[in-house]
Each structure stands twice: as structure tokens, then as C-alpha cells.
């Protein structure tokens, strides 16, 4: 089972806990460091915070809503083996007159977690320090971007997740000491929900090309994903796919069969030739998987 553990690269108390935390957690994702104190702040009450104990207080509920979080463009967040995945977060924040929301100390941002609740988490993100435009004096439209590397996931954590969103001001206190009783905190949890996916890959070959019409075409492929736990792609095994087809003419696929991929993740299926046109491989995708479609492969059909 993971640790959640927040590593930034700061100073003080932030810098004290991120000196404990064990080798083995190295991979962890980062909290960028323009939130970093925020972050720490939002988690006092979860007693995981570098604040516990070393500082002294509880934050103030601050004046302050969440409306219209979106994650992603409401979209599943796949992630590959290599590349960062930037997810563009938005919100409207409501506050009163009182809260300066362009405070060189005030901070909001989008945290996207795994687990039952945003103070019961496993695994999380959070985005950058949000950039806010104000629509009148007391609403602001807010976007941040939530980086996700590949290499601080693991296999366990596809699957469901959720958002919070969340704002603290510091109120002129040291971002690395403060005494919190000063510190206003807003949450709102969960404001969204999605898939957090092992980005998939398919492939289709269909052969002899050309071929006479009545003869066998053979077609293969392979169903592969991602896998967190070493960064390389593996078949993606026993998982139904649907063999499809479409004329030359046509734009629209039709379904022939539906097979399943062996223990490695290949597909073969055979299929008599009739007319020229492409066939591909099409899977709908699991809830750790998104859906993919292959490349159509044209056959010239004689």
C-alpha cells in the first residue's frame, strides 16, 4: 500500500518533512511548488500535513465557493509510459468582499485524488497555483493545469478518481510557519469524478494484399496498454475486440466478429474476401482502459 507523502522542493517545515520521507517514495507525485504551503495547509485537519505539530492553530473556513469544476474538459485522463499528461482544471470562485483573491498569499487550485474523500486519500495531483479573472467583484474565473507523470503511477491507481477544489489564504502569516488560527481554508470535495486510465494501443494487419475475391484473408493484431509498474506497453490479454469492416466507398465500419486477444494480448481471425475495402480492430475499453480504434488496413480485393 502507498504512502501518500508530499514532496516539494521548499524550505522550513515543508523542507523538514520532505527530508522523511523514505527512499522507496521517491516516485511520489509533486506538489508544484508555487502550492506547495497551500496544500499543506487544506491537509492540516488529515493529520498527514507537515504542519501537524509543528505549527501552531487550525485554519479559519474562509469566505469562499466552487462552482463549474471542470477536469479535463470532462473527458477520462488516459496516461502512457513516458510522457507528462497536462489536465487543464477550471472553476468559478465566489468570495466575499473581504478575500483578496490576488494576495501574493492567497492560493487555489484543483487537487485530483484516489480514494474515499479529499482528507481520506490514497494517491493524488494538484494542480499549479490557479490564474483568476475577475468577472465582478466577488466572482472570478479561475484555470490551472494538473501535470501527471507516468512515472510516479502505479497499476493499482487506474481506475476511479475524483476532484476537489480548494483556496487558502495566508492573510499576511509565513506560507512556511504560520500560525493557522490566521489562515483562511475553503474545500469543496468532490466536485467531479473520472477515469484515471492506462493509455491503450491497437493494431491491425490483414493479409494477402492483393487478394482474389472468395480467398482467405488472415487478419492479426495486438491490444496493448500501459503499465505503470515498469513503464513499458503489454498485451492486454482475454479481452473481447471487435473484428470491423467497411467498403471502399463506405465511411461508416460495420462489426463482422468479435474475438478475444490470447494471453499475450495478439488477435487473429480469418475472414473471406468479397470487395475491396479496410478492415480494423475496435475495443470498447474497461474501466482501467480506454476505447481504441486501429488504423483501417485496405485490402485490394481482385
Known amino acids: 500500500m502507498r504512502i501518500r507523502a508530499t514532496v516539494a522542493a521548499v524550505t522550513g517545515a515543508l523542507a523538514l518533512s520532505a527530508l522523511a520521507v523514505p527512499a522507496a517514495q521517491a516516485a511520489e507525485p509533486k506538489v508544484p511548488a508555487d502550492i506547495a504551503a497551500a496544500s499543506e495547509v487544506v491537509h492540516a ?13 487550525a485554519p479559519m473556513a474562509l469566505n469562499a465557493t466552487f462552482s463549474s469544476v471542470k477536469v479535463n474538459n470532462g473527458k477520462n485522463i488516459a496516461v502512457g509510459t513516458t510522457n507528462v499528461v497536462k489536465v487543464p482544471v477550471s472553476f468559478t470562485l465566489t468570495h466575499g468582499k473581504e478575500v483578496n483573491i490576488h494576495a501574493a498569499d492567497f492560493f487555489a487550485g484543483v487537487e485530483l485524488y484516489r480514494g474515499a474523500s479529499f482528507e481520506d486519500s490514497v494517491f493524488f495531483f494538484d494542480s499549479n497555483d490557479a490564474t483568476c479573472t475577475d468577472s465582478s467583484a466577488t466572482v472570478a474565473s479561475c484555470k490551472a ?49 473520472f477515469k484515471l486510465q492506462r493509455y491503450s494501443k491497437l493494431t491491425v494487419n490483414a493479409s494477402p494484399e492483393p487478394v482474389k475475391k ?27 475486440v471487435k473484428l470491423q469492416y467497411r467498403k471502399k466507398s463506405s465511411s461508416t465500419y460495420t462489426t463482422v466478429k468479435t474475438i478475444k486477444s490470447n494471453s499475450t494480448g495478439e488477435l487473429k481471425t480469418t475472414v473471406t474476401a468479397s470487395a475491396d475495402g479496410y478492415f480494423r480492430y475496435s475495443f470498447a475499453g474497461t474501466t482501467t482502459t480506454p476505447a481504441v480504434n486501429a488504423t483501417g488496413d485496405f485490402v485490394d480485393v481482385q
Not at 491490444?223 to 490479454?237: E, F, M, Q
Request: proline fraction near 4%; glycine fraction near 10%; aromatic fraction near 8%.
Open 45 to 57: 485537519d488529515s493529520g498527514r500535513s507537515a504542519f501537524v505539530g509543528a505549527v501552531d492553530g
Open 145 to 193: 493545469t494538473v501535470e501527471i507523470d507516468p512515472f510516479a503511477l502505479l497499476n493499482e491507481d487506474a481506475g476511479s478518481w475524483k476532484a476537489a477544489a480548494f483556496a487558502v489564504a495566508f492573510n499576511g502569516e509565513d506560507p512556511e510557519n504560520p500560525n493557522l488560527d490566521n489562515v483562511g481554508v475553503a474545500v469543496q470535495d468532490p466536485t467531479n469524478s
Open 214 to 240: 472468395g480467398k482467405t484473408i488472415t487478419v492479426t493484431g495486438k491490444l496493448s496498454r500501459a503499465n505503470w509498474d515498469d513503464n513499458k506497453y503489454h498485451g492486454y490479454t482475454n479481452q473481447s
